[in-house]
């Protein structure tokens, strides 16, 4: 079975960085796509960030320019750092899985495994 290991978040204050990691198992996560999400209560999950293949890269609107998002193929994990965060921020980020490296986009249904997610606090 494929899983994914979210971890590195935590409480950070406005302006700060943080580095959240996705780790895969079962699985060479540089064979397919595999995107950052987070969400709050009551709301949907909103699509972050996305790595692809080799070095394709995509970001949702709010993050340009202050998430990167990055692989370690030697550790099949994969990273988002936060840059210049803002109380926006916040929320549980999940990473997830699509199989094959076609990209299809940010929408959460294009993702066929999940992690458990780590929350990200950002402070005012």
């Known amino acids: 079975q494929v899983t994914l290991v979210e971890s590195g978040g935590g409480l950070v204050r406005a302006g700060g960085s943080l580095r959240l990691s996705c780790a895969g198992s079962?699985?060479?996560?540089?064979?397919?796509?595999v995107a950052w999400f987070r969400q709050n209560p009551g709301k949907e999950r909103e699509g972050v960030a996305a790595v692809c293949g080799g070095s394709f890269t995509d970001y949702g609107d709010s993050v340009k320019g202050r998430f990167t998002a990055f692989r370690n193929n030697g550790e099949n994990t994969v990273y988002l750092r936060m840059s210049n965060v803002n109380t926006d921020d916040t929320g549980m980020y999940y990473c997830?899985?699509?199989?094959?490296?076609?990209?299809?986009?940010?929408?959460?249904?294009?993702?066929?495994?999940w992690g458990q997610g780590t929350q990200v606090t950002v402070s005012p």
């Open positions: 997830a899985l699509s199989f094959g490296g076609v990209y299809r986009g940010l929408g959460a249904d294009k993702y066929d495994v």
């Open positions: 079962r699985y060479n996560l540089r064979l397919g796509c």
